[in-house]
């Protein structure tokens, strides 16, 4: 194959195959099949990402206990700049009892 054929496949593929969500939107998906929606790995992500970046030992294990403020700062700003880590997860404790 040669640069050429293999650029226009790939440029194929990204324009019909590929589709960017804003937050929000895939927010409203997830509650309209019943999932639980988070992006509470984002901070870890980042963490991760400048670890490796500063030749240190990646973590395996993420702490539990953190602040609501630091995850939201996290994704607000630094979704900008990279990917974010959406978590879905399918789990409904509230029955509605009809």
């Not at 959406?86 to 509230?94: A, D, N, P, R, S």
Request: glycine share 4%; proline share 3%; aromatic share 18%.
């Amino acid at each position: 194959m040669t640069v050429e054929e293999f650029s226009e496949r790939h440029a194929d593929f990204l324009h019909y195959y590929t589709n960017y969500l804003r937050s929000g939107e895939v927010l409203n998906l997830a509650k309209k099949h019943k999932l639980r929606a988070s992006f509470k790995y984002t901070q870890e992500y980042y963490l991760g990402k400048l670890s490796a970046v500063f030749g240190r030992k990646p973590v395996y294990k993420y702490p539990m206990p953190r602040s609501g403020l630091t995850d939201w700062l996290a994704v607000f700003f630094l979704k900008y700049v990279s990917s974010i880590t959406l978590f879905l997860e399918k789990k409904e404790t509230y029955i509605l009892k009809k």
